[in-house]
């Protein structure tokens, strides 16, 4: 079946620091992929769907400045956490789906803290 | 973004089937009726999707009520591997995902 490939699964950082985390749909192009945090015992929050070719759509209250996305080909689309304090430590969960009406395809997420 | 109602845990003994709920009222004639499970430390997995019709998959089954105001997913024979948290969500044609607070399964051995 469909895999997205989610990549670093965990990163320990120094507060100040930049993140980059990467989505990878491994055996079929996304032109959306679709980015989520999730904190302990919580939901999932949808931050921001990403468009191959166009500006990222962020959900409200989610800082665009902060959460660089990039989505530079129709396999890989970047989440950069700029600048990270303690406060952005979460779980960052990527998906990307094969056209509308079908199942999303989850990442496994990577753990992320800031110290 | 239309909601979803489901109970916040239900447990279920090992090899038992389980019937989990989701109240959706405000669906519209449009909207997807899509099930996710998640465990721990790990990314959700797809389980089954549905628009009007009852699906089944290997996996599990649907069951969509005849007005589309709530619907049930079936696990037919609950394995210890089952226990995650389950998501029922609606999502218009091409659009984004929103999550629910889902229900947490608990199965006994």
């Known amino acids: 079946g469909a895999v997205v490939s989610q990549h670093p699964s965990r990163v320990i950082c120094k507060s100040g620091t930049s993140v980059k985390i990467e989505c990878r749909s491994l055996?079929?192009?996304?032109?959306?992929m679709f980015w989520y945090r999730q904190f302990p015992k919580k939901s999932l929050m949808l931050m921001a769907t990403?468009?191959?070719?166009?500006?990222?759509?962020?959900e409200q209250g989610v800082e665009k400045d902060k959460f660089l996305i990039n989505h530079a080909s129709l396999t890989l689309s970047t989440l950069t956490v700029t600048s990270a304090h303690p406060e952005d430590s979460s779980f960052y969960i990527c998906?990307?789906?094969?056209?509308?009406?079908?199942?999303?395809?989850f990442g496994d997420g990577t753990r992320l803290s800031i110290l | 973004d239309a909601k979803t109602t489901q109970p916040n845990s239900m447990e279920s003994n090992e090899e038992e089937p389980v019937h989990l709920p989701c109240n959706h009222s405000?669906?519209?004639?449009?909207?997807?009726i899509h099930w996710y499970r998640q465990l721990p430390s790990q990314g959700p997995e797809y389980v089954i999707h549905?628009?009007?019709s009852n699906v089944n998959n290997r996996m599990a089954s649907l069951a969509i009520a005849e007005d589309r105001k709530s619907s049930t997913l079936i696990l037919h024979r609950a394995t210890l591997r089952d226990a995650a948290v389950y998501y029922c969500?609606?999502?218009?044609?091409?659009?984004?995902?929103?999550f629910g607070t889902g229900t947490s399964l608990t199965v006994i051995p």
């Open positions: 998906s990307a789906d094969q056209g509308s009406n079908q199942p999303q395809h």
């Open positions: 055996d079929f192009q996304a032109t959306t």
């Open positions: 990403s468009n191959e070719g166009s500006k990222a759509t962020y």
């Open positions: 405000t669906i519209s004639g449009t909207d997807y």
């Open positions: 549905g628009l009007t």
């Open positions: 969500i609606l999502r218009p044609t091409g659009n984004q995902f929103y």
